[in-house]
């Protein structure tokens, strides 16, 4: 075997070598040659200095010994992967994107669970409530907001042929309201997330156009609301009760905002339903029943079957993609209506309220309670049987039914 070349023998270390070096005489010596340095800003490594020559560099190749591991050196440890060094460093501390990999993105809002989304939602929702008290009471501290709410109070005076008091047939019309738009509310969600319908209807007049069992009850719901509403409004106008809830004066915009003003800082206004809507309640009632019922009307209706399919110009004026648009934004001003409504009902004098509303009449007993949660438990029941299997028996009474 040729001798060994310096450079292939082990670099030394501060400690004792193996027992190859240490109990074998040295032939001689040879210049250590020095690399990089092993800490930055040190010195060249090794140290500058002599090192000997073992005697595998003069031994025949069958007596040389193997050369020992860089770990069985003492002193010294064996070199880490570099590829595992990389992917540990990853895994303790972001690299910089100089060095080809990118910290992890911080998770967004719509990427967390469900319960932590609610979570930051409500306390976001309670947040922004008590800034908006704060911000109410501020105003209404101030002289000028002071002066305001004294000019306009909140309500403005009713025309004298206004009618005084709800008839009863006011309060069963509410009640039918109620229960429609609770069943609407619930089938329209249905059917926007519907994937696989259970079951389809077809009319028996065209029946190669199939619906699904879903669609044809939010769409007769929709038929006996329009009904409903329809009646409703007549009714209003033969008996004078429109004047109650249509402006009659530009000052019902002042009035509006001084009511949603005392509303904000819970100093809530003086309130007789019974005789006259503050100025709000007017706005919320005219814009419900005059803008907010025809828009879902006149949309659903170019959704629905009952949209003429010619003139094809009168498509494309409305649009059937203006009128999704459009109709699911309007299903949430309901809610949101019927919610702050409901609240109010009850933070304002519930039992004096609900009289008014289902009892005719303006008493403080319990008559208005126990008619209005007779209601509310009708309601539940209907949502409960709204079911395939119930739906199925009605929608063949006016069409057939099929799996597919």
């Known amino acids: 075997m040729e001798p060994l070349a310096a450079a292939a023998a082990p670099p030394p270390t501060s400690g004792p070598l193996t027992s190859v070096t240490a109990a074998t005489p040295t032939a001689g010596s040879t210049t250590l040659r020095r690399g990089l340095p092993r800490l930055v800003g040190g010195e060249p490594w090794p140290e500058a200095g002599e090192a000997p020559i073992s005697l595998a560099a003069t031994l025949p190749a069958s007596e040389c010994p193997s050369t020992p591991d860089a770990s069985e050196i003492t002193g010294t440890e064996s070199l880490p992967d570099p590829a595992t060094a990389v992917s540990e460093a990853s895994e303790t501390r972001?690299?910089?994107?100089?060095?080809?990999?990118?910290?992890?993105?911080?998770?967004?809002?719509?990427?967390?669970?469900?319960?932590?989304?609610a979570v930051i939602a409500v306390a976001g929702s309670l947040v922004l409530a008590a800034l908006i008290v704060l911000v109410a009471r501020w105003l209404l501290s101030t002289p000028a907001m002071q002066d305001f709410v004294a000019q306009y109070p909140g309500e403005t005076a009713l025309p004298d042929a206004a009618p005084l008091g709800l008839p009863a047939w006011l309060g069963w019309q509410h009640f039918f309201n109620v229960f429609l738009m609770v069943?609407?509310?619930?089938?329209?969600?249905?059917?926007?997330?519907?994937?696989?319908?259970?079951?389809?209807?077809?009319?028996?007049?065209?029946?190669?156009?199939?619906?699904?069992?879903?669609?044809?009850?939010?769409?007769?719901?929709d038929i006996l609301w329009l009904i409903n509403g329809a009646v409703f409004v007549v009714l209003l106008f033969v008996t004078g009760q429109w004047m109650r809830i249509v402006p009659t004066s530009w000052e019902v915009l002042p009035n509006a905002l001084s009511a949603l003003l005392q509303y904000a800082s819970f100093a809530w206004p003086t309130e007789n339903g019974w005789a006259n809507y503050n100025s709000l309640q007017v706005l919320a009632y005219f814009v419900t029943v005059f803008v907010a019922a025809p828009l879902a009307a006149l949309t659903g209706i170019r959704m629905s079957g009952l949209w003429p399919q010619r003139p094809k110009r009168l498509s494309a004026v409305f649009p059937v993609e203006w009128a999704r648009a459009v109709h699911f934004p309007t299903m949430l001003y309901f809610c949101g209506f019927i919610?702050?409504?409901?609240?109010?009902?009850?933070?304002?004098?519930?039992?004096?309220?609900l009289n008014h509303m289902y009892g005719g009449q303006d008493t403080m007993?319990?008559?208005?309670?126990?008619?209005?949660?007779?209601?509310?438990?009708?309601?539940?029941?209907?949502?409960?049987?709204?079911?395939p299997l119930l739906l199925a028996g009605i929608a063949r009474l006016f069409g057939s039914v099929t799996a597919r």
């Open 94 to 117: 972001p690299l910089s994107p100089a060095a080809g990999v990118m910290p992890r993105p911080r998770r967004r809002f719509a990427e967390l669970p469900k319960l932590g989304r």
């Open 365 to 387: 007993d319990w008559t208005g309670f126990w008619i209005f949660g007779g209601s509310m438990a009708v309601i539940a029941t209907a949502w409960v049987l709204a079911r």
């Open 183 to 221: 069943l609407i509310v619930r089938s329209g969600l249905g059917v926007r997330h519907e994937k696989r319908p259970a079951a389809y209807w077809a009319s028996r007049r065209t029946p190669q156009r199939k619906i699904s069992l879903t669609l044809w009850f939010h769409q007769s719901l």
């Open 339 to 353: 919610v702050v409504h409901v609240v109010l009902v009850f933070a304002t004098g519930f039992l004096r309220n």
